[in-house]
């Protein structure tokens, strides 16, 4: 079975550029996450799908971020313009339905570099 | 509030048990969860447990849960080189669809 798809895995940008993630969940798999890893901390939820509909996005800035899921399937975070303090690692997961077991299903990550 | 707090590194000797310690402060959360990093990946489940129990054993894993204390733990028996990795403490936070709030990570080290 594919796992949870990512890219780019890397990307170093200048700060106010923007840039633009994508990732694909295992398929049939409802409810889609981006996490954001700064290093040293551990991830925190950015956004939630169930299907293609927002269920928790209460800690995305988003005068800078957005993210959608067309289709319920794949799902793109951009951010615009980028700061400093966006550098961290994108994490995408991925997980069946509501969670009997709540077991999220990760990708490798997208790590970004402001400069 | 949403807080998973853990201690940030442990070294152990190969061949010796580690444990992991994690306090959160969702009393209501249904489930808790260990999540390992390996460096360069995603985080991988381990396992996890139930609220209603108080452990759950795994081949060399246990898991205990004390809900009065809100403290939960992770036991590695016979930990190998191959253990070393970060290890994340998470809840499911009752507020939310399956939102899963993470702790910092306890940096897990063995040496020979």
């Known amino acids: 079975e594919a796992g949870v798809a990512q890219s780019p895995r890397y990307k170093i940008i200048e700060k106010r550029q923007s840039v633009a993630f994508w990732c694909n969940p295992i398929s049939g798999h409802a409810t889609l996450y981006w996490y954001q890893q700064i290093l040293g901390q551990g991830p925190k939820l950015l956004i939630q799908f169930q299907n293609n509909g927002v269920v928790d996005d209460s800690q995305l800035p988003k005068d800078r971020f957005s993210a959608e899921r067309l289709k319920g399937v794949d799902s793109t975070l951009k951010i615009q313009p980028a700061k400093l303090e966006d550098s961290a690692v994108y994490l995408c997961?991925?997980?069946?339905?509501?969670?009997?077991?709540?077991?999220?299903?990760f990708g490798e990550g997208s790590r970004l570099t402001v400069l | 509030g949403e807080d998973v707090e853990q201690s940030l590194f442990l070294s152990v000797r190969e061949g010796d048990s580690s444990v992991i310690n994690c306090t959160y402060t969702?009393?209501?959360?249904?489930?808790l969860y260990w999540y390992k990093q390996e460096p360069g990946a995603g985080l991988q489940l381990l396992t996890y447990?139930?609220?209603?129990?108080d452990m759950k054993q795994d081949q060399r894993l246990t898991v205990l849960l004390n809900k009065k204390d809100k403290h939960l733990s992770l036991r590695i028996a016979d930990t190998q080189t191959g253990d070393s990795a970060i290890y994340f403490c998470a809840e499911s936070f009752s507020g939310g669809y399956n939102k899963l709030i993470f702790g910092a990570g306890t940096r897990l080290a063995v040496h020979p």
């Open positions: 997961a991925s997980s069946l339905d509501r969670g009997k077991s709540g077991e999220l299903f």
């Open positions: 447990i139930f609220s209603n129990m």
């Open positions: 969702d009393s209501s959360s249904t489930y």
